[in-house]
């Protein structure tokens, strides 16, 4: 279903609905004051080929916001993918300024920022952990998804809470007239999409499901596997219904379980690790009149990550998690003198588990009070204000002010200068433990240069109140979740952003320069030599200090023709300081990348066969290595050198990927494609890690090898695709 405003002045029109592979339409309107016209079209399988042609003002140009991009799932489906699998976060990857977390590895950093500072919605639903197969691939089913986009610029007013991207992922919403179902069967995991009318022109729905079965073909291969095993599985759902002429609500819902068990040949030891996400989305959209709308949006999250281990008598479980129940409400106002507002308020309430550990041991359970659960209230309101002062001026302008605070059951400590404990305060269940809140100003503004180029700008101050603490930088599902507290105050940035945007041959290629500046504060690592402890809370093993990013990012797309794709490059820095790190001296962050090249082609030779390939190109990522070995009392000792103060070899690898569509004379109810793609064709070893082999003794001396681990080689997949 496609809705589309227009304004006219009063009088008698004859219009014309057209659609490709429908009948048209011809209506006379009279419209003597506002008016709302459904026009249904009849399919006409006799209607041939139709090519449609027109010239467009693109969005690259004319569009305020900066850094914004918005790719369509059927481009992205074109492109080569790892074990068969269709992976759009690995895809945004590919774009300037977004920089993988590591070989295979679905997690991202956006312009200098962490994995933690990425705002990745669902239908309106926070996704704490994106990753399946310990971050392998995206927990986003690709035949669900609709369309999915970036802003790695300054987000407008109505984002909030996270200080670096915002990726806004959509499902489908369904087809109101017909049933139709779409999957796919590959070398780990098969998924099936179905979708059609709940009442006919009235409601709709889709329902899709993923699993991985890399457990069921393993074990005829391993007795040792027979109890042992990894799998992941996600399902989607989405269903909405038109109420009356001005009301419609949508219901969506999404659940992904990954589970990792083992169990030694005698069954004395076991391990059962499981994790997932689950979110609810309920969404009433309201229309007042032609200019004024509203949309009310009652969420749910719940992210839980669990270890169960238990050898003979003695069994131990540790867990973390966040939960979340979150309210708001956005209005839209489009006024007769040209201006979009934009306003609305909303409201979470948190609850964290960064440790929990219980146990039993024979008959007698171990539950210490160990849980430091913590509880918090997040707030935000905001309104905006999109306009153009002249035609070739647009501004969007926005002031959100955003709320914290944490409140009981909860107890403070007072530390003495070795960091322990002398003295404690308790807070009841609701107390206001700590407060944070502040004015985050949001300015994007675009002046064009004629009607093919454009020049922006972008300031804007954001605040982070969550925090993913984390020993290596990737967000695998040991990371923890924590909230400002009194010790843990909220991350703060001011970026900003400007950018030359043109198009060339009729908006048939798209280029771009853009240079950011991003200053960041209380940026939170964990303290030197760190070992983790259930039985501490964590906040007291965090230290604080703050970040820097600049760079500038090239990009050149091709979006029409049988030969699309684009180049993207990025030239960056990215600096950290910490008073109790590295000497209070600044070094590189682990995700500073000096370059980062992709260069993603899709050549489409007929209606049977597309061909695409990926090339990127990489700096290492920094890392911290031991650079003195030691003997005291017997015992080895390592000396590490500066934090971060060497680096990977340098990143490249090529993919590969054709699609094959047979094409048949008649028209046909059934329509299935075959993917074959390549990953890292000519076998390049990235490394994946590097660990220091020491051999010796006292008497006669340590011999110290280092190694590189790489864990993907080429790899080959195929993935029959399938419609009807």
């Known amino acids: 279903m496609v809705s589309t405003r227009f304004l006219f002045p009063p009088g008698v029109y004859t219009v014309i609905f057209s659609y490709v592979g429908y009948s048209p339409l011809t209506e006379t309107i009279d419209i003597t004051n506002d008016k709302t016209f459904n026009a249904g079209l009849h399919s006409n399988a ?66 200098g920022g962490g994995p933690d500072q990425n705002l990745v919605l669902l239908d309106d639903a926070v996704i704490y952990n994106t990753g399946h197969l310990f971050g392998f691939f995206s927990v986003f089913n690709s035949d669900a998804i609709k369309d999915v986009t970036l802003i790695k610029g300054g987000a407008p007013a109505n984002y909030g809470g996270r200080l670096s991207s915002v990726v806004d992922v959509s499902m489908k919403d369904g087809n109101m007239k017909t049933f139709h179902a779409e999957g796919g ?98 969404r009433w959209n309201h229309q007042f009149s032609n200019k004024l709308f509203a949309n009310t949006t009652l969420v749910y999250n719940d992210y839980n990550f669990a270890s169960n281990f238990s050898q003979n008598t003695f069994a131990i479980k540790i867990a973390s998690g966040i939960t979340d129940y979150n309210a708001k409400t956005d209005f839209d106002y489009y006024s007769s003198f040209h201006h979009h507002f934009k306003a609305g308020i909303a409201y979470t309430h948190h609850t964290f588990v960064p440790t929990q ?196 990012e090239f990009f050149i797309n091709k979006t029409q023709g049988k030969f699309t794709g684009w180049i993207g490059y990025t030239l960056s820095w990215t600096t950290e300081q910490f008073p109790q790190l590295n000497n209070g001296q600044p070094f590189p962050a682990k995700y500073d990348r000096r370059h980062d090249l992709s260069v ?54 090529l993919d590969i990927s054709a699609t094959y569509t047979p094409q048949h004379s008649k028209p046909h109810k059934w329509q299935g494609s075959w993917s074959f793609s390549i990953y890292n064709v000519y076998d390049r070893h990235n490394p994946y890690f590097i660990y220091a082999d020491v051999e010796g003794t006292v008497k006669t001396g340590i011999k110290v090898t280092f190694y590189e681990v790489y864990i993907l080689p080429i790899i080959p997949s195929i993935t029959y695709n399938f419609k009807f």
Not at 223 to 248: H, P, Q, T, V
Not at 263 to 268: A, C, E, V, Y
């Open 46 to 111: 006799e209607l041939k080929e139709v090519t449609v042609t027109a010239t467009r003002k693109d969005e690259n140009v004319t569009n305020s916001e900066m850094g914004t991009v918005t790719l369509s799932l059927e481009r992205i489906k074109t492109l080569p993918v790892l074990f068969g699998e269709v992976d759009i976060l690995k895809t945004l990857q590919l774009l300037p300024g977004v920089q993988s977390a590591g070989e295979g590895n679905s997690g991202f950093y956006v312009r």
């Open 185 to 282: 069967i590959g070398l780990i995991a098969s998924r099936l999409t179905l979708e059609g009318p709940i009442k006919k022109n009235k409601g709709s729905f889709v329902i899709s499901g993923r699993r991985t079965y890399i457990d069921v073909l393993a074990r005829p291969f391993s007795s040792k596997l027979k109890n042992s095993g990894y799998y992941f599985y996600d399902a989607n759902l989405k269903a909405n219904y038109i109420l009356g002429k001005n009301d419609r609500l949508y219901l969506s819902g999404y659940m992904g379980i990954d589970k990792f068990t083992f169990q030694n040949p005698t069954g004395s030891f076991k391990a059962d690790i499981p994790w997932g996400n689950k979110t609810a989305t309920l």
């Open 357 to 552: 550990v219980s146990g039993q041991v024979d008959t007698v359970k171990l539950d210490p009070n160990n849980a430091f659960i913590k509880y918090a209230h997040e707030a935000g309101a905001y309104v905006l204000d999109e306009f153009e002062p002249a035609k070739w001026w647009k501004v969007n302008l926005g002031l959100r002010y955003s709320w914290f605070e944490q409140v009981g059951p909860y107890t403070s400590y007072v530390l003495d200068a070795n960091g322990h404990p002398t003295d404690s305060t308790k807070y009841t269940g609701g107390q206001p433990v700590k407060t944070y809140g502040g004015l985050e100003p949001r300015f994007n503004m675009r002046f064009e240069l004629g009607s093919k180029s454009s020049i922006k700008t972008s300031i804007a101050r954001t605040y982070q109140y969550l925090h993913l603490v984390s020993n290596n930088g990737t967000m695998l599902p040991t990371d923890v979740w924590v909230p400002s507290t009194a010790i843990v105050q909220p991350q703060i940035a001011w970026q900003y952003s400007a950018g030359y945007f043109r198009n060339f041959l009729d908006n048939k290629i798209e280029t771009s320069v853009e240079v950011y500046y991003k200053d960041m504060q209380n940026q939170v690592e964990y303290k030197d030599g760190y070992v983790p402890n259930s039985l501490a809370d964590p906040e007291l093993s965090y230290v604080f200090g703050r970040g820097t990013a600049y760079g500038s």
């Open 600 to 653: 993603v082609g899709s050549y489409k030779l007929n209606k049977k066969w597309t061909y695409s390939a990926v090339f990127v190109y990489g700096s290492g990522n920094a890392i911290t290595l031991p650079t003195a070995f030691y003997f005291v009392e017997n015992n080895l000792v390592e000396q590490f050198g500066k934090v971060n103060g060497y680096r990977l070899p340098a990143y490249d690898r």
